[in-house]
């Protein structure tokens, strides 16, 4: 008999809730928080409230609604973000004040319209600049043996020292690539 009371106080609570249109309801607050520390791998931190000392630190607070690729925002340990608390879900941050990292998991990232075109592939770009570089190298080194060569039989003029045989330095990645942007 008392599994068959349980049984009907279940039941009433459930009609009770329904009727009052709080079953299945959630509780939802927020906090303004500290980060305390990071960890990119879960995409997860800990957080530290500001206004009531009376709570702990907020563990597992995610960086976005599910632990997967996409928009990964990356807070920075110090900065302030406001988490999404939940009776029914974990913890969420809705807002950041400052960023450590921002990871775009996408088959095509569309920045400025794509008025630009497409990114460079800045290592293959070096890459065949430098052997752009290295032919005009040879080029001008051959073209430098002739003229002397030439010079002395033909009596141009045109002598080893008025062409500029001068080599052109190779590529530097420095003066290309745009470190705050890496795909």
Known sequence: MGSENENINRELGVAIRKLAGTDNADKLTIADCIVSSVDIASRTCVCTPLNDTSVADIQGVRFQSTVDDGVILQPTIGSQVTVLLSTRVSPLIVSYSQLDEVFIVAPQVQFNKGQLGGMVKVNDLKTQLNTLQTEINTLK?????????????????????????AQLPQISLTNLENTAIIQ
């Open 141 to 165: 080194t051959l073209v430098g043996v002739a003229i002397t060569v030439y010079s002395g039989i033909l009596d141009s003029g045109v002598s080893a020292a008025t062409f500029n045989a």
